[in-house]
């Protein structure tokens, strides 16, 4: 399988980035690690006239503590998430969810803004950055603003990003003492999770994310409500599906879906000590 | 780029695949694609000193980069720790899926220098065998880690 032919440029900068960006509007895609982009353009599903490569910009790649939050670089590999102490020391559930991505090889190359940036119900690192309140820093022509992760995705594989503009960094509230937990249902080791639920509690809060329950990354903001009024694990989990549309396919309906989302929530839930 | 400690260096179009780039620019058919679409691990090589899929790679994303296929692992004569394990543990039968699954367990020790049955099992979940061989391939990681340490 071989992409559409398409015109290639290499950003030097953040800057060049989105100067190339402003240039080819919306016949430009980003390509960071490729994880996500390559495989679309080799199914010919994204045929982007112009490719403009961020790869090599390495000044993106960071991990570091700014005040209660971390400060995570939008290009900073999936393996490199996973193994960072400052991560597991204050957002342990989302080095969870990073070793949760495909396979080794896939997180050796893919980063936390490609994930981010291509808005996949099935991805695993939004469910866990909804569930820990993350912010997205975005740059543009006329400079910076910040996203809540809440407002980022607004549909299937469509996020708040205008064309011209570029995700930089990724804002995790430093949790150190939250209790968390990472539940994933698939059928094979390296697959998307069918259903997944991302679940923190922390100081009488909770989040939840659930992967692959709606066409865009989403909480279950009725099990956070019912968790904060004292239900149970068991309880609170049945609201799970609340409001949620999930996808049918081959490997599961919308109804099965709905019954995963359930159980994963309740499991997950136990597991962060309610 | 660099492969196996050779510049090679060539004009390409943008969408070539690595994996294309090292079979048929460098003439190196010791990777093998499998899947075609990041799921098997037959192409896998290092970028970097890393494994990574070189079927969802762009050849232009390794420019100036340092690459190493299974034919830039053997000293010569001498065969890397790691094939001389898959090769005493027979952890093979057809062999199509083994360059990707040697590269692969190579990172992994890199990573992991003294892994559990387990560690070795979840490290290679990213390289599919389809003559069910898994179990003489995890005896092979396993006595590779041991000799190294």
């Known amino acids: ?274 | 780029m660099t492969i196996n400690g050779t510049s090679v260096s060539a004009d390409v179009e943008p969408r070539m695949l690595l994996v294309h780039f090292i079979r048929e620019r460098a003439g190196l058919t010791g990777t093998n694609i499998g899947c075609d679409s990041s799921s098997c691990g037959a192409c896998t090589i290092h970028l970097g000193g890393e494994a990574v899929k070189s079927c969802t790679v762009l050849a232009v994303q390794a420019d100036d980069c340092d690459i190493t296929t299974i034919e830039g692992l053997a000293d010569g004569d001498t065969l890397h720790p790691m094939q001389q394990a898959f090769h005493e543990c027979h952890a093979l039968q057809c062999g199509y899926c083994t360059p990707g699954m040697v590269m692969a367990a190579v990172s992994l020790l890199d990573e992991v220098p003294d892994p559990t049955e387990a560690d070795v099992r979840e490290g290679l979940e990213g390289n599919l065998c389809r003559c069910t061989g898994y179990h003489n391939i995890v005896r092979a990681v396993l006595q590779a880690a041991g000799d190294q340490s």
């Not at chain 1, 809540?148 to 469509?158: K, M, N, Q, S, Y």
Request: a negative charge; one cysteine or more; glycine letters at 8%.
């Open chain 1, 1 to 274: 399988m071989i992409p559409v032919a398409f015109d290639y440029e290499l950003a030097t900068s953040a800057e060049h980035a989105l100067s190339l960006l402003a240039e080819h509007g919306d016949d430009a895609k980003v390509l960071a690690g490729g994880h996500s982009l390559i495989p679309l353009m080799k199914y010919r599903l994204a045929t982007p006239a112009v490719v403009v490569d961020v790869g090599r910009l390495s000044d993106l790649s960071y991990v570091r503590e700014d005040g209660d939050h971390l400060a995570i670089g939008a290009l900073t590999r999936h393996r490199d998430v996973e193994v960072s102490d400052l991560v597991t020391a204050n957002a342990a559930l989302l080095a969870e969810a990073t070793r949760n991505v495909g396979d080794p090889q896939v997180r050796h190359r893919g980063t936390i803004g490609g994930a981010l940036a291509h808005g996949d119900p099935a991805s695993d690192i939004p469910a866990a950055v909804l569930a820990l309140r993350g912010t997205l820093v975005v740059q543009g022509p006329s400079g910076t603003r910040e996203v809540a992760v809440d407002d980022f995705f607004t549909g299937f594989l469509e996020t708040a990003l205008a064309p011209d503009e570029l995700l930089t960094e990724v804002r995790i509230p430093r949790v150190p003492d939250a209790r968390w937990s990472f539940q994933k249902f698939n059928r094979r080791a390296q697959d998307w999770a069918i259903v997944g639920a991302a679940v923190l509690v922390a100081e009488g809060n909770c989040g939840v994310g659930l992967v692959n329950m709606d066409a865009r990354p989403v909480r279950a903001v009725a099990v956070e409500a019912a968790v904060k009024s004292g239900a149970s694990a068991a309880d609170a989990a049945e609201a799970a599906p609340e409001g949620l549309e999930p996808p049918g396919d081959l490997n599961a309906s919308p109804e099965y879906r709905c019954h995963l989302a359930q159980v994963l929530t309740r499991r997950g839930l136990e597991q962060a000590g309610r």
